[in-house]
């Protein structure tokens, strides 16, 4: 890779931004030329898309109409980390993926996108002789409950298996992230199991995130971690 990626940060001065300033200035082939906070997104958001090979945003679900519109102004890739989205919304970024690039996941570890496939391929080989329940812990802080997380894996399963899947969540503490998928009958149970012991493995997942979509500029899609290990 010859040329630096220049990059954008939608929530710069949240969590994931503060980590994702952090990682991204340590790789030689990525260039962070700035970012917008809650406070300044409707003044500077036009000028960074514009200035950006891609667009990073993990701030709030209130920025995506802003966020998609600017976007597709300046046909800037897009990678949204955001979560707590309504169906609506999703909507809205599916349709927009037919017009720019954009790679959607409510979780970038590696870990969770392993985990999903092994939460796959366990769904389709037990059928109807277990039944399914998630749980899921994060910070107090967190808004949004269930996850985004639980919710992927819940419709991943559901996309097999069709009964009823409840989703447990807890909110406490400084915990960054942990989900469960209990497996359980009257003769056994089995578990698949995800802890996040800091928020540099969602960041580490982004970076290669940033690498893949870059390859896919000029290629409007909805991509997701699934189209990494292709």
Do not use: W
């Amino acid at each position: 890779m010859k040329k630096k990626i220049n990059l954008g940060i939608i929530g710069i001065s949240g969590k994931m931004g503060n980590i994702l300033q952090q990682t991204i200035k340590k790789d030689i082939y990525l260039n962070l030329i700035g970012g917008v906070g809650k406070k300044n997104i409707e003044k500077d958001l036009f000028s960074l898309s514009k200035k950006s090979d891609i667009l990073i945003d993990f701030s709030s679900p209130s920025s995506l109409k802003k966020l998609l519109t600017t976007a597709k102004k300046y046909k800037t890739p897009l990678i949204i980390g955001t979560t707590g989205y309504t169906k609506s919304q999703i909507t809205q970024i599916k349709k927009s993926a037919t017009e720019i690039p954009i790679f959607y996941s409510s979780n970038y570890s590696i870990g969770i996108a392993i985990c999903k496939n092994l939460i796959k391929k366990a769904t389709k080989l037990i059928k109807k002789n277990f039944s399914i329940e998630i749980k899921e812990k994060h910070h107090k802080e967190k808004k949004d409950s269930p996850s985004g997380t639980a919710i992927s894996l819940k419709n991943e399963i559901l996309k097999i298996k069709k009964n009823d899947l409840p989703i447990t969540s807890l909110r406490e503490g400084e915990i960054v992230g942990e989900h469960e998928v209990l497996f359980s009958n009257l003769e056994e149970e089995f578990s698949i199991f995800h802890k996040a012991k800091s928020r540099k493995a969602f960041a580490n997942g982004v970076l290669l995130t940033i690498k893949f979509l870059y390859k896919k500029r000029k290629y409007p899609d909805l991509y997701s971690m699934e189209n990494l290990f292709e």
